[in-house]
């Protein structure tokens, strides 16, 4: 081979490999950096299918829906077998696909039933360099080194009657893990030592608001807390059945509250222009969001809601704001875009299919998902516009995730890394 022809070769091979490698960007939380959809990602794929852009597809054994979160070359899920008997944590190596770590977490001797639509793997990991955090509800919660997939500290105390499952998710705050557990019999708030496991501070929801409630479902909630700089200053945002709350997340004191007395929040809150918006729960078809005014101390259910949307409210996928227009997805496919600050509907259009995962805002576009396996992208703006309509084998409950120029798509039985070849 000539010198000229040994360069050209050597240049393509070491573009194609490059174009595999992932991007610095982390995806930690199962909503991305910001822990509300958006990623900064440009070049991500347009179109993809079982047979184009499909980087790799590996099998994920027995069964979970939590999404994919991923911080250098690791992407890590949890898994379970069906009846809950063992609780797993997987690592994939980005780049090739290969499983680097599947890992038994827990054995839980008495697993709780769940509801049929849900799994024993539901709530997604939270992971930052050398760990990763697992959590299974009352069933277990955990920390493993991303290294050697060792368990550094395990928790199994965290207890209450989840009913139908667990779902919400830990997340970070500097050296704290926080999680939320909400059942029939007690809700609260908990945070850890990241490195220990170790109580720092258990803030309990107020009983008086669960007093003669039936049925028992209506004292539950599946929602995922999130912190967001309010006037320079973080707050830790939780949402549960009958009223959201305010707190500093140091220490776990509350500083406002809006009552709602709706049950079984799932969709996760959003925020900007001074307002949350927050989804309060209620029947799924009867759902009720509301935007409150940030900036609020003590009971301010009478002073600080903006707006109210009562028709089509997500129950489960969480919205994306991008600039002034909240986008939002009920379960049944209806896409509505609003006005963030008047609540003003711009536009609705009806989608084929069921809906759970949440919508993902990045390179200019919305990714939708199905639980049917599409993939709708529409391009952001005062009118609707499909830009694509891609599609997967199986079921897609889980939400995606961004990786370099990669999405990562977990259907019930495969994790993907699609990318524009």
Known sequence: MKLNETFLLSTILIAFFASLAPASANWPDWRGPTGEGHSEATGLPLHWSETQNIVWKTSIHDLGYSSPVVWDNQVWITTATKKGETLYAVCVDLTSGRIIHDVEVFHPERPQRIHRNNSYATPSAVVEKGSV?????????????????????RRDDLNCNHLQGPVSSPILYEDLLILSLEGTDVQFVVALDKKTGKNVWRYDRPRELYEN????????????????????????????????????????????????????????????????????????????????????????????????????????????????????????????????????????????????????????????????????????????????????????????????KSLLLRTKTHLYRVQSK
Not at 133 to 153: F, I, M, N, Q, R
């Open 133 to 153: 955090y697992v959590h299974y509800g009352s069933h277990g919660t955990a920390c493993l080194d991303t290294k050697t997939g060792e368990v550094v500290w």
């Open 213 to 404: 409630i039936e049925p028992l479902y209506l004292l539950k909630s599946y929602h995922t807390p999130l912190v967001v700089e309010v006037n320079g200053t973080p707050q830790l945002i939780n949402n549960g059945a009958m009223l959201v709350t305010g707190h500093e997340p140091r220490t776990g004191k509350e500083l406002w509250r809006v009552l709602y007395r709706d049950d079984n929040p799932i969709s996760r809150i959003v925020s900007g222009h001074g307002l949350f918006f927050i989804n309060s729960g209620g029947s799924p078809g009867a759902t009720h969001l509301l935007a409150v005014r940030q900036g609020g101390v003590g009971d301010v259910t009478e002073s600080h809601v903006v707006w109210k949307m009562t028709k089509d409210v997500p129950h489960e996928s969480s919205p994306v704001l991008v600039g002034d227009l909240l986008y939002l997805l009920s379960d049944r496919g209806v896409l509505i875009c609003k006005q963030a600050t008047t609540g003003n509907t711009v536009w609705s259009e009806r989608l084929e299919g069921q809906y759970g995962a949440s919508l993902l805002y990045a390179d200019n576009r919305i990714y939708i998902s199905s639980k049917q396996g599409k993939t709708i992208v529409i391009e952001p703006g005062l009118t609707f516009r499909v830009l694509a309509v891609n599609e997967l084998d199986g079921f897609l409950g889980a939400s995606p995730a961004v990786a370099g």
